[in-house]
């Protein structure tokens, strides 16, 4: 026994190492296999070797067949085939070619290359780079481990779903075999499948085996083993899914069948109920939502997408991010996301530590609102109502905790773009009030509250934002743990002042309204329907939110019905009501033409009442709108009127309707207007009812003696409508103030007030100027201090009081304001703002900085000067567009700027008849006899050929000298020294002795100008030129074409009017 053994360990040590414990692992296995067969077990290596021979032959011989196969399968093509194969083969690799060059063509479209290890903008803001990664196996293996939770990822679970098959495959292989093996004692039937399925296991044991020793093959004989191995493999599978089958079969045979009543139970043949052992108690949705793993495949990917997007939300990129969500939101269930998004929005915003960036919180605020306005309320509410919840959780903690601080301005800012009312912030604010008692942490949420949002609220609805400021002086005064000098307290009071006075700029702390303003542009932009984009507004409760689970979400359901339904039940009331009244009644109705609804309600109304209180009392509780409510004067006086004697009934009506709402009143007097036009088809009785109850409301003050004032006939033989305005209207200060707005209604008020000298009259915030082509004395210092710091809706309307109201909304807003001037030639554009500017002068003037104003004055004269001349209809019409910015500092002004534009730089050399050049050529030629003025050969206005070409020198009115002296002075004032003032005389001078240049025509189309010429002389010698070349250059042009330089020579016409003219001029200019 002992020489056996040390042979064993000879043979043993003939072996590799690598060899030997594949033959040791071998041996273990088939001691196992012969355990269970109860064979012999092999104590040695060397018996194995039999089997593993055998197994070997097998694989060799399967490997000869399946080459002789393919050898003769190669052999028996025939030529036809062979061709038709190559063919095949020819095709293929065309048609790849054809797709690489298709591939490479799109590549070039989109900005794609090979080598490029980063994607495009494009791609990036389209969510592309995400898909071209995920298209890369290996880029995807790295993102799908960086993105992971640690407990494996989904995506990356499927890279390797062929290895994991194999394994689970061999994990369920030994599992059937143990069930199988505990069973070999029951039937016969069951012990042969046993064996035969114990028999492929030791098989598909030994196939394994070799597997793993043929990985320490050649690569040529790797390759072709396992393939032998996988058809095996194939081969075994099949066997063990057709034994599957053929079990479950058996279970199936010998379950009796059953099948659903009526009731949906399950019932046997014979009729019994059949009892589930399962819990068939019924779940409701969002419990079995909470039942569900948060860590399911699909709600990371969701979170992991969200995600994505939220990192880089910002208001450039809002657009897109809107895309990728709402396409997220048709293609995943809605619940998820939400849920999802909600999670997101509370990590990224809710800080208990400090304030988050209250831009991040407005950006958020705004996405979460689209998303509301363009796929459905329920994701707001969503939102809404958890942050509510947790709002409500925090109420009570310290001053530290900020969780409550960011949930309130991003609840604000909800508000400001339209998602909810303000019922639910006003119910927010008087829940801070009224929980046990006021601290320095609701005080501190309620100041926060108003800052944010309280101007938008102020706006929105004032009434009930004056009501809460009211209550919380209340409260702060009888809460016993504020002290009345506490800061938080003089804080809350300087916000309170400023909301009262619309005053932002005082506000403590600041206000941005353009954040809101630009967000708000955001918004309205992005809303996918224009038309609904206050229809999803949630007009919601704080209460309703905090019940929810005893009361329910009414606001998903049947919300949007809500004004419809409450509509069309008030419409079968007044059906309802029709059908009280009698065959009688309702027939009298249609004989009378009571032909709506409406009027014969109230025609029945008024013939059923016991007496004119019973009346007007059924008549109030039919709750008709206001646009109904006039049927009822129409109703009533139809019926006084076509009553055989006359009834006070009615009028009594009438009186108390008047004395209830002054809008009775006017329905009545324009009704009343109305029935005169038509006395000529009233008989006898309806004019006699129809006095005495005109003279019975006369009597009770319903109505005044206004209504028997004629309508004023318009002063044309135009075919343009009467005027219909009462006189009491005429003379309006504000044409909106009118009842009947149209064209002669409006002129004929303008007229009626130009007549009286108000030249001023609004319409709306637009002031309405008449030029009077006079001087009046309505711009003097006293005018300006009536108008200063004063209810300029109360005063007559003047250029003052628009320009008071532009300065009062730029102190109290902070914000700049533009005032628009515009309308016809000679309408007054140019005195309007020098009045304009003259007003800001004087409110935003210091007694230390009075320099300054002049400046801003001092430069109307000397743009007048340079840039308005005279035409045929305005003697000083501006020539030009202007723009002036008026700076100010602590609501002062520190300074000024004006950029020109659109100069009529042709009046320079041409003028028509009867029009005049610009008004500083003038004033300078009436300087030709001063001494100072001697150097620049200046002669009088009718010796320049640009002066006097339209024949009108003079302007009635107008001294040229004296407007001259002005100028100078205003360019003194703006710091223009003597000395530059002179230069821009000399070449002002040198364009008009310029234009006296006589140009003289040569052969051709040559022109020349003679050296005798003292106007060219003169214009030489004021600019410091060389004549002979300015004279050459005169009549010449050069032409730069590449390299080749061209001169030509020019026309009479081309130098009559010399461009380069235009450019001195308005450089000057």
């Not at 919840?389 to 009570?396: A, K, M, P, S, V």
């Not at 007496?611 to 409510?629: I, R």
């Not at 005044?704 to 209207?729: A, G, H, Q, V």
């Not at 902070?814 to 554009?829: F, H, L, M, T």
Request: net charge negative.
């Amino acid at each position: 026994m002992k020489v056996a053994l040390n042979q064993e360990k000879d043979k043993t040590h003939l072996l590799s190492r690598k060899k030997r414990r594949q033959l040791e692992r071998k041996l273990v296995k088939a001691k196992r296999n012969a355990w269970h067969h109860g064979e012999k077990i092999p104590m040695s290596i060397d018996t194995l070797s039999p089997s593993i021979e055998h197994q070997e032959n097998l694989i060799k011989k399967k490997k000869k067949k399946k080459k002789n196969k393919s050898k003769d399968k190669s052999s028996e093509l025939t030529f036809d085939e062979k061709a038709a194969k190559e063919h095949h083969q020819k095709i293929l690799l065309e048609d790849n070619e054809s797709e690489d060059a298709h591939i490479k063509k799109l590549e070039k479209l989109l900005g794609i290359k090979s080598n490029r290890k980063t994607y495009l903008r494009g791609f990036i803001d389209d969510g592309l780079d995400y898909l071209l990664d995920f298209c890369d196996k290996d880029r995807r293996k790295q993102i799908m481990i960086a993105e992971g939770d640690g407990e494996g990822n989904a995506w990356y679970d499927e890279q390797d779903e062929d290895q994991q098959w194999l394994v689970n495959k061999q994990k369920k292989r030994v599992d059937l075999a143990n069930q199988l093996e505990n069973q070999q004692e029951k039937t016969k039937k069951k012990k042969t499948s046993l064996v035969k399925f114990n028999d492929q296991v030791q098989t598909k044991m030994i196939d394994d085996d070799s597997f793993d020793e043929e990985k320490e093959f050649d690569d040529d004989d790797e390759e072709e083993e396992e393939e032998d191995f996988d058809e095996e493999e194939e081969e075994n599978d099949y066997e063990e899914l057709e034994e599957e089958e053929e079990d479950n079969d058996d279970d199936i045979e010998e379950t009796p069948p059953m099948k659903e009543d009526i009731y949906g139970r399950m019932i046997d043949v014979k009729g019994n109920v059949v009892k589930n052992n399962a819990s068939t108690v019924y779940i409701p949705p969002a419990l079995r939502q909470k039942l569900n793993s948060s860590d399911d495949n699909s709600t990371v990917e969701i979170k992991r997408r969200l995600q994505g997007q939220l990192n880089r939300l910002s208001e450039k990129n809002l657009s897109s991010i809107l895309i990728e969500i709402e396409t997220l939101y048709r293609s995943q269930s809605r619940a998820s996301i939400n849920s999802c998004l909600y999670q997101l929005y509370y990590d990224s915003l809710l800080s208990s530590i400090s304030l988050t960036n209250e831009s991040l919180l407005a950006e958020h605020a705004l996405l979460a609102c689209l998303l509301h306005a363009n796929i459905g309320l329920e994701i707001g509410s969503y939102l809404l109502e958890n942050f509510l919840q947790i709002f409500i959780e925090h109420i009570n903690d310290d001053v530290s905790n900020k969780i409550n601080d960011n949930l309130l301005i991003f609840i604000s800012y909800l508000y400001a773009f339209h998602m909810i009312n303000s019922k639910i912030l006003f119910d927010i604010a008087r829940y801070l009030l009224n929980i046990n008692q006021l601290n320095e942490k609701h005080l501190e949420l309620i100041l926060l509250l108003l800052k944010t949002i309280g101007f938008i609220l102020r706006k929105d609805d004032p009434l009930q934002l004056k009501t809460y400021l009211q209550e919380l002086r209340t409260a702060c005064s009888s809460s016993t743990l504020l002290s009345s000098s506490s800061k938080r307290i003089e804080f809350m009071m300087d916000t309170i002042k400023s909301l009262k006075n619309n005053d932002i700029r005082k506000l403590p702390g600041g206000y941005e309204p353009e954040r809101i303003d630009r967000l708000r542009k955001i918004y309205r932009n992005l809303v996918k329907n224009k038309t609904v984009q206050h229809a999803n507004i949630l007009n919601v409760s704080l209460q309703d939110f905090l019940n929810v689970k005893e009361q329910g979400r009414w606001w998903i359901v049947g919300s949007a019905w809500q004004k419809q339904t409450s509509q069309y039940n008030q419409n079968n009331n007044i059906q309802k009501i029709e059908l009280q009244f009698n065959e009688k009644i309702r027939k009298l109705a249609k004989k009378q033409h009571m032909n709506t609804d409406v009027r014969r309600l109230i025609f029945g109304t008024l013939l059923t009442s016991e007496d004119y209180d019973d009346a007007v009392e059924k008549l109030h509780k039919l709750n008709l709108s206001k646009v109904q409510e006039r049927e009822i004067i129409h109703v009533t006086v139809h019926c006084c009127l076509h009553e055989k004697t006359y009834n006070p009934y009615y009028t009594l009506i009438l009186q108390r309707f008047c004395a209830y709402d002054r809008r009775f009143q006017i329905s009545l007097q324009y009704h009343t207007w109305d029935r005169f036009k038509d006395l000529s088809l009233l008989n006898k009785q309806q004019l006699a009812n129809f006095g005495s109850a005109l003279s019975q409301l006369l009597m009770s003050k319903s109505l005044t003696l206004n209504i028997f004032k004629e309508t004023i006939p318009i002063k044309s033989d135009t075919d343009l409508p009467p005027l219909r305005n009462p006189e009491i209207l005429i003379g309006q200060k504000d044409l909106t103030a009118l009842s009947y707005l149209n064209e002669p209604e409006v002129l004929y008020n303008l007229e009626s007030r130009f007549n009286k000298s108000q030249i001023y009259t609004k319409c709306g915030i637009v002031l309405v100027a008449i030029n009077p082509y006079e001087v009046l004395s309505i711009y003097g210092n006293d005018t300006i201090q009536l108008y200063r710091d004063q209810d300029v809706q109360l005063l007559e309307p003047h250029i003052f009081a628009t320009a008071e109201l532009s300065y009062q909304s730029m102190v109290n807003f902070s914000r700049n304001q533009s005032i628009i001037v515009s309308g016809e030639s000679g309408a007054g554009k140019t005195v309007s703002a020098k009045y304009a500017m003259r007003y800001f002068a004087n409110v935003g003037g210091l007694l230390e900085e009075t320099q300054i104003e002049k400046k801003v004055l001092a430069s109307n004269p000397i743009m007048e000067a340079i840039g308005n001349a005279k035409t045929i209809r305005n003697d000083n019409s501006s020539r030009f567009g202007k723009y002036i910015e008026i700076g100010f500092l602590r609501n002062h002004i520190c300074g000024a700027s004006m950029k020109t534009y659109l100069l009529e730089k042709s009046r320079v050399i041409y003028q028509a008849q009867d029009e005049r050049n610009y008004h500083i050529f003038y004033q300078l030629c009436t300087q030709a006899n001063q001494s100072e003025m001697k150097s620049l050969a200046l002669l009088p206005a009718n010796k320049f050929r640009y002066t006097s070409e339209g024949n009108a020198i003079i302007i009635t009115g107008v001294n040229d000298a004296e407007q001259f002296l002005e100028t100078r002075e205003a360019l003194a004032l703006l710091g223009i020294e003597n000395k530059v003032q002179m230069s821009i005389f000399r070449l002002l001078s040198a364009i008009l002795h310029l234009g006296n240049v006589i140009i003289n025509e040569g052969e051709g189309e040559t022109t020349f100008v003679k050296e005798s010429d003292k106007s060219f002389s003169t214009f030489c010698s004021l600019l410091k030129l060389d004549e002979n070349r300015m004279r050459t250059w005169l009549c010449n042009k050069r032409i730069k074409t590449g390299v080749e330089v061209v001169n030509t020579t020019l026309n009479l016409n081309q130098v009559l009017f010399l461009k380069f003219i235009y450019f001195i001029y308005s450089s000057l200019f």
